[in-house]
């Protein structure tokens, strides 16, 4: 099994701000992704991480409002930019090794004012 | 597009008693299904995968079931505990998904009372 850590666990924001969350993975993993989970809604996926090249958003979602890094096999960044209190949400860091079992981490807790 | 359902939406239940919680899917062409359970405010904690090939998979007192054929699963949660109240989510994993996604149902969210 995957060990996913991610940085901040929980972060309150002004509107128009941005915030960078960080994933970190115990081990080299193919695939990365980013989910979205509003209030009392189920998960959402924002994009997949993919190393060396841009990542490849979900319908709804763009660059410009969750750049995303990945710079090695162990490593992702989500930017949530010029946020409004739509964005209020928890954001989660996903793994998964080929058809293999998925993983997640804790999430981070964002609340925008 | 796959589609997820989960029923009950919620349930609520007295200590000891066994959970039956149902997931179906429209797509049946799947490499396999993931049962997770999600604490409030938390990140998922993955429980049960069960492969294709699979008709049950089992840990401790989860046991989770699989018909591709007809796109349904359950998971049952034998002798309910207190510390079992949580969502659970199912997540079948397509074989024709491009860019290898997993589609959510919306989640059972349990309540075992003491």
């Known amino acids: 099994s995957a060990v996913i850590s991610q940085k901040p666990s929980r972060d309150i924001c002004q509107r128009g701000t941005s915030l960078t969350i960080q994933c970190q993975v115990d081990s080299q993993v193919t695939m990365m992704f980013w989910y979205r989970q509003q209030p009392g809604q189920s998960l959402t996926l924002i994009a997949t991480?993919?190393?060396?090249?841009?990542?490849?958003?979900e319908s709804g979602f763009v660059i410009d409002k969750f750049p995303i890094s990945r710079p090695n096999l162990t490593f992702s960044t989500l930017t949530v930019s010029n946020m409004s209190p739509e964005d209020s949400s928890i954001y989660l860091c996903?793994?998964?090794?080929?058809?293999?079992?998925?993983?997640f981490g804790p999430g981070t807790r964002l609340t925008v004012t | 597009k796959q589609e997820v359902t989960q029923i009950p939406a919620a349930l609520s239940v007295p200590e000891g008693e066994n959970l039956v919680l149902n997931c179906s899917f429209t797509?049946?062409?799947?490499?396999?299904l993931q049962w997770f359970r999600q604490d409030p405010g938390k990140g998922l904690t993955s429980l049960l995968l069960i492969q294709s090939s699979q008709r049950e998979q089992t840990s401790g007192r989860l046991n989770a079931s699989l018909d591709k054929s007809s796109g349904r699963s359950t998971l049952y949660i034998a002798a309910s505990q207190p510390g079992d109240s949580a969502t659970y989510l199912c997540a079948p994993y397509p074989i024709k998904a491009a860019g290898n996604k997993l589609t959510f149902g919306g989640g059972t969210r349990v309540l075992v009372k003491p």
């Open positions: 991480a993919n190393q060396g090249s841009e990542a490849t958003y």
């Open positions: 797509d049946s062409a799947i490499y396999n």
């Open positions: 996903s793994v998964r090794q080929g058809s293999h079992e998925q993983y």
